[in-house]
């Protein structure tokens, strides 16, 4: 099976600080997402990663910014939490060639 | 135009009964298409799967996609109070990488 693991389920910050969101992977998989989800809003592409060192912004990039070092490591940066990013943050992963995405548990964020 | 489109609902069903979900997409070279199940406060689970016209049924669950109408829908049999959540149709365009998700339905399965 499939598991992706997010560092955290909840997590409570001021604004202003700096906010890392971390997920792992255990399937050798290519490709990570970061979304946000919000009522009424969905599911919104933040980031994504086809490769280590490799990035691409999604539909809302603007005031996050992602890491990805280790294949199976992708993190996500909040370099100075607002309040509008209060919100539910989810990981997936997918292999290369197929099309199944997996998430992660998420991270309800709250900033205060 | 959304990307993909679902009513929010609530659908409410009746134990036993067939709950009908729904779904359209605006991207006519789309090739995958996902059903997701979401409990609240949990992250989506994939249940289906389906990539060429016609019918895919996996236990009580059978997607249905008709690209000619762009429509894809999820039916879910014998309805259990353990089906409530909400249900998310995902699509992956014809640019090849991304999940376009819609804003998902809501069924409620009442005893």
């Known amino acids: 099976d499939v598991k992706v693991t997010q560092s955290s389920r909840y997590l409570v910050k001021r604004t202003g600080e700096k906010v890392f969101l971390e997920c792992v992977q255990d399937m050798d998989h290519e490709n990570m997402f970061w979304y946000r989800q919000d009522p009424g809003l969905g599911l919104r592409l933040i980031y994504f990663s086809y490769d280590v060192k490799m990035k691409e912004k999604g539909d809302i990039p603007e005031g996050y910014s992602v890491s990805r070092e280790k294949k199976e490591r992708f993190s996500l940066i909040l370099e100075s939490a607002s309040t509008n990013q209060t919100s539910m943050y989810l990981c997936a992963s997918r292999g290369q060639g197929s099309s199944e995405q997996y998430f992660g548990p998420g991270t309800r964020l709250t900033v205060t | 135009q959304k990307e993909v489109e679902q009513n929010s609902g609530p659908l409410s069903v009746p134990e036993g009964a067939i709950a009908s979900l729904n779904c359209t997409y605006s991207d006519r070279v789309s090739q995958s298409f996902f059903w997701y199940r979401q409990y609240s406060g949990k992250s989506p689970e994939l249940i289906m799967s389906i990539y060429s016209n016609g019918d895919k049924e996996d236990g009580r669950f059978t997607a249905q996609l008709n690209k000619a109408s762009q429509y894809v829908s999820l039916l879910i049999r014998d309805s259990q109070p353990s089906d409530s959540a909400t249900y998310l149709c995902?699509?992956?365009?014809?640019?090849?990488?991304?999940?376009?998700f819609g804003t998902g339905t809501q069924l409620k399965v009442e005893l």
């Open positions: 995902a699509v992956i365009g014809g640019g090849g990488n991304k999940l376009t």
